[in-house]
């Protein structure tokens, strides 16, 4: 046979598939998933069981942890060392667990993530609890099974006498699964335990009345009942866990915040440089220095305030921003019958109930038969005892030792037990007193025989035995709740003055989009004046606000999108510099561009009005090209995201022109057509729609025609100014527009001339203005040539004025859109 026939194929897949399900299998059973019963993952119970078979039990002295590593990792554990001793390190930190299994001495670690000491250098023994959890294992309490190699035995799990899965808790990842269990406690764990033997349908809701929720070793305040109560219900929830903080005087008007607790499972040094590195990069005004604090009288961090800085303000961004706070999620996962499965609170205590039944009834079946073999002897002693002369003489008269056991077996009756314990009677036992206890000791142990039966017998007295030795671990080492159980989250409100200092600035948006903000000092030094402000060539500034740091943006397109574009996230620029691109900062699509910018204050934004045609707040008005004009509460518009929401409802082929301000329904709007017409209607006619509604018809527009500008007006005085595309502008009387209905096909503004003999005038309206006082315009023509006008050289004529040239314009390059230049303020 050649060597090639002596192989069979197989698919990679398979092979692959075969050896990685081995492998879960081994992770999951073996190494990362804690059983249910008591709590421990393999190494851990290897660990206590190696230090417990050595006699390194706590009335002894401590032993290197080298020793115990090596009789771990020789008799039970065939892994690396480190992963051994990183399980007894585990067990020794009181941060970790919530009582500790090994009682260390020397360098294990410390809660800033310092490593422990080599094994060489550290001394361990087994924690009191410690022996709570193998106590009573040499009497057949629990199974035992070959080592690695056969030589000698381990146990499959230890008696543990609390439920350690919920008391220490336990972390793990392993192949597909992942377990998560918070520390409790011990206290309330065994009440409930208690109280799921006393009553076996008892609910998750009634079992939350006796535990809280978690106790963590850290302390800290655990937020977020309906979490807990999913958690136990399904083992699977989230809780929120914040730390213990005061806030202090200091002299000189200053403060101070005192974190004395903080979450579990957080390392402090890396909290302490998270909010100090705050500090540095200025990302939270107000906090002039941290120090740790921590000694031998626990833990403190000092987060020392500058004066009149708010704390509660800043501790609110902390809470938010760092691990102050966290969320601690529940995944709690154990092996139950070889097999991993998330369970609730319920099914842990139920199934640490029934392992308990079991190790208290091997026990006491082992005291039974040890008693009952004690008083088989006994009661061969009392026998012999009261037949002393003729058992001696039948002794004296044997050959040897065997001839007599045998001569006492035949004779009297005894058992080969009995004979074998009255030939090893000592002579003194013959006093009277010795016989006295001897029956005594009969009769105890007949009297034992019977109440280990009864507690076989009866579930009651069994379930009875556990209360008791529960009860007794209880009062032995029950310590009182550390984290403070608060049902409803606190919801985290960061004040923006925390992070962003309040500075009056300069805000700018040019036609093509490029955006700024300058702080008054720059813009001072550069001459204070509001036109000369840094663009590129050919652009020009279309807003230019005065605004605070603190405000946010609302930035409308012409697609019906907006966007909310906080102030202090807009980059800083010299009043010089062109500034960046708006799509630097918003998600602004290619095919879209900016028609309106709205100013807003915060507490615009604070209280939200219902609804309706009485709701009070100001408004925003909306008008679109082909007609269309909309009024929303400005409150509608509040928001978080930065994304792109929709604004107003655009009809397909309409685009929106004009977005402004109203807070007064009794103010007018006129809208001016492109072909010269216009109607003005009071926007009262307008009623309050939704966020996301389309409008009403504001004008009935003739075909081919559309809405050129929107004006609000309020009251009778000034002019409404109106400019054709070829650069003809006129001036009318506001007195001379009546208020008409809304949807009407208004009146005529302007009259457009034609005619071989006349020059045209335009041909259609691109801009119209409400002038009180003189104004400059600027007007820009479609190959972006900008030219300025007063507003002054604009003719006043009635309605059907055909105005005068201000701007010049060439027939190949008309006006597209004019804009106010901005106000020296």
């Not at 300058?518 to 590129?536: D, I, M």
């Not at 050129?708 to 650069?727: F, H, T």
């Amino acid at each position: 046979m050649s060597l090639l026939e002596q192989f069979l194929p197989a698919f990679l897949e398979e092979v692959v598939g075969d050896r990685f399900g081995r492998y879960s299998k081994y992770i999951i059973q073996d190494r990362a998933i804690p059983d249910v019963r008591d709590g421990l993952k393999p190494v851990q119970r290897r660990i206590l069981y190696a230090m417990y078979d050595s006699g390194n039990t706590p009335d002894k002295p401590y032993r290197k942890s080298a020793k115990t590593v090596g009789d771990v990792m020789g008799n039970y554990h065939p892994h690396g060392d480190s992963s051994i001793y990183d399980g007894m390190v585990r067990m020794a930190q009181p941060w970790k667990l919530a009582h500790m299994l090994i009682d260390g001495h020397g360098n294990w670690g410390s809660m800033d993530d310092d490593p422990p000491a080599a094994m060489r250098y550290t001394e361990a023994r087994l924690s009191t609890i410690a022996m709570e959890m193998l106590r009573d294992i040499e009497k057949r309490t629990v199974q035992f099974k070959d080592n690695f190699d056969n030589s000698t035995k381990e146990p499959v799990v230890l008696p543990s006498r609390y439920p350690n899965l919920l008391v220490n808790g336990v972390s793990g990842i392993s192949a597909g699964f992942a377990t998560e269990i918070p520390t409790h406690n011990l206290r309330e764990i065994i009440d409930a335990c208690i109280a799921v033997m006393n009553k076996p349908d008892i609910t998750v809701a009634e079992l939350m009345t006796i535990v809280k929720g978690p106790d963590l070793p850290t302390g800290g305040i655990i937020m977020g009942e309906e979490g807990i109560r999913e958690a136990y219900e399904t083992g699977k929830g989230r809780m929120y866990v914040r730390s213990k903080t005061a806030i202090e005087d200091l002299r000189g008007g200053k403060q101070q915040i005192v974190v004395t607790e903080i979450p579990y499972q957080i390392v402090k040094s890396k909290l302490v440089n998270a909010i100090d590195n705050l500090r540095i990069e200025k990302k939270v005004e107000g906090i002039a220095e941290v120090r740790d604090e921590s000694g031998r009288n626990g833990l403190r961090i000092v987060i020392e305030l500058k004066k009149d800085a708010d704390p509660h303000g800043i501790l609110a961004y902390l809470l938010k921003k760092t691990d102050l706070q966290i969320t601690y999620s529940f995944n709690m996962v154990a092996i139950v019958n070889k097999a991993p499965r998330q369970l609730g609170i319920k099914p842990i205590l139920e199934a640490y109930v029934e392992h308990q039944k079991e190790v208290v009834t091997h026990r006491t079946q082992y005291d039974l038969e040890k008693a009952e073999d004690r008083a088989h002897v006994l009661e061969g002693l009392v026998k012999a005892l009261n037949l002393l002369d003729a058992v001696i003489e039948t002794i004296k008269a044997s050959k040897n030792r065997q001839d007599a056991q045998n001569n006492l077996v035949a004779k009297f009756g005894f058992s080969e037990r009995q004979a074998d314990s009255i030939l090893t009677l000592q002579l003194y036992r013959l006093t009277n007193l010795e016989i006295t206890s001897l029956e005594k000791e009969h009769a105890d142990t007949l009297k034992k025989i019977a109440q280990l039966r009864s507690i076989l017998d009866s579930p009651r007295k069994l379930l009875g035995v556990i209360k008791d030795e529960l009860t007794e671990i209880r009062d032995k080492y029950g310590i009182d709740r550390r984290s403070v159980i608060q049902g409803e989250v606190e919801e985290i409100k960061v004040n923006l003055e925390v992070t962003v200092p309040a500075e009056d600035v300069l805000v700018t948006l040019s036609r093509e989009g490029y955006v700024k903000r300058t702080s008054l000092l720059s813009f001072t030094r550069s001459g204070g004046e509001l036109g000369s402000a840094g663009v590129k060539e050919g652009d020009v500034i279309r807003w230019s606000l005065g605004v605070s740091t603190l405000d946010p943006l609302l930035l409308f397109t012409q697609k019906g999108s907006y966007f909310l574009l906080p102030v202090h996230q807009i980059p800083e620029f010299k009043w010089k510099d062109t500034g960046t691109a708006v799509v630097n900062l918003l998600p602004l699509a290619k095919d879209d561009r900016i028609v309106g910018i709205i100013p807003v204050k915060p507490a615009e934004f604070a209280a939200a009005p219902s609804a309706g045609e009485d709701a009070a707040g100001p408004a925003l008005v909306f008008v679109t090209k082909r007609g269309q004009v909309k009024r929303t509460l400005l409150t509608d518009y509040a928001t978080t995201r930065s994304m792109a929401i929709a604004a107003c409802k655009v009809a397909e082929g309409d685009e929106i022109i004009k977005v402004f301000r109203s807070s007064d329904s009794s103010e007018d709007l006129m809208l001016v057509t492109e072909q010269g017409m216009s109607i003005k209607f009071g926007l009262g006619e307008v009623s309050l729609q939704g966020r996301v509604a389309g409008g009403v018809r504001g004008i009935a527009l003739k075909e081919n025609d559309a809405i050129a500008d929107a004006i609000p007006v309020a009251g009778d005085e000034g002019e409404i100014m109106v400019l054709s595309d070829y650069g003809y502008a006129k001036r009318t009387l506001l007195l001379d527009y009546p208020v008409q209905g809304r949807g009407g096909k208004g009146i005529q503004t302007f009259e457009f001339k034609e005619g071989k003999r006349v020059r045209p005038n335009g041909t259609k309206l691109v801009s119209a203005f409400h002038v009180k006082e003189a104004v400059t315009v600027q007007a820009m023509t479609a190959g972006g040539t900008l030219t300025e006008f007063h507003s002054e050289s604009a003719p006043i004529e009635d309605r059907r004025g055909q105005g005068k040239a201000v701007a010049a314009a060439e027939r190949s390059d008309l006006l597209v859109e004019s804009f106010l230049k901005p106000l020296q303020s």
